[in-house]
């Protein structure tokens, strides 16, 4: 079946460092690769996408590239802000008799430091 | 736009008890999705409805739980009875295409 690991967490970094979290998938065919963020305490978020190999995805200073080659979507920001402390899912979605079927990462904590 | 609602946020229960937990998507999406959190992991889908009709459930432990989607519209999500290990929080996410989720905030289940 499926799958998504994650590094494990927490991730701690000063404010300004920079940010990798890497995560590699399984899967047959070719699945949409997604980060979603989940603040304290609300529901999580998507922070970006890709749906092909080759893709970057993008949003709010944060980036990952669909690494089909090396089945991975890791991400990064050059410069983290203490507000960007929160759980950070990796997930992939696989097409399956016309829907899509979710995976998800366990989950990286980051936390960020003044 | 509305977001994804649950309810409620917040239950306690009893073990061997039962409960059922809500949600209401956003307008037009016809794919409906339960996950179970463990504090600690990431969601495990538990089912998938498109409109009115179950996609997948296979990861749903169909002894104690089971999931309706009545009108393709809002959905209900039961467990009876309930086991200690079900404390979770549950999440419901909607979708349009299918490849991109909206979720709820989740109901947190504590199971004594």
């Known amino acids: 079946g499926n799958s998504v690991t994650q590094m494990e967490g927490p991730v701690t970094l000063s404010e300004e460092a920079f940010l990798t979290i890497n995560c590699t998938y399984t899967?047959?065919?070719?699945?949409?690769l997604f980060w979603y963020v989940q603040y304290p305490g609300e529901g999580l978020q998507l922070l970006l996408k890709a749906t092909k190999a080759d893709d970057k995805g993008s949003n709010k200073g944060f980036e990952a590239t669909y690494r089909k080659e090396t089945t991975s979507f890791h991400l990064e920001k050059g410069s983290v802000q203490v507000s960007d402390s929160a759980v950070y899912f990796c997930a992939l979605f696989s097409a399956s008799g016309g829907s899509y079927i979710p995976t998800f990462g366990r989950g990286t904590s980051l936390i960020v430091h003044p | 736009e509305a977001g994804v609602a649950q309810s409620p946020r917040y239950k306690i229960i009893e073990k061997r008890q039962s409960v059922a937990f809500w949600c209401n998507p956003i307008?037009?999406?016809?794919?409906l999705y339960w996950y179970q959190q463990i504090l600690g992991q990431g969601p495990k889908l538990l089912i998938q409805?498109?409109?009115?009709?179950?996609?997948?459930d296979s990861q749903l432990p169909k002894d104690r739980f089971s999931a309706e989607r009545l009108k393709g519209v809002d959905s209900t999500l039961k467990i009876q009875p309930a086991k200690l290990e079900d404390s979770a929080v549950y999440l419901c996410?909607?979708?349009?295409?299918?490849?991109?989720?909206?979720f709820g905030p989740g109901t947190r289940l504590t199971v004594l």
């Open positions: 996410a909607s979708s349009y295409r299918g490849d991109e989720q909206f």
């Open positions: 307008s037009g999406h016809a794919t």
């Open positions: 899967a047959t065919g070719y699945p949409s």
């Open positions: 409805f498109q409109n009115n009709g179950v996609v997948d």
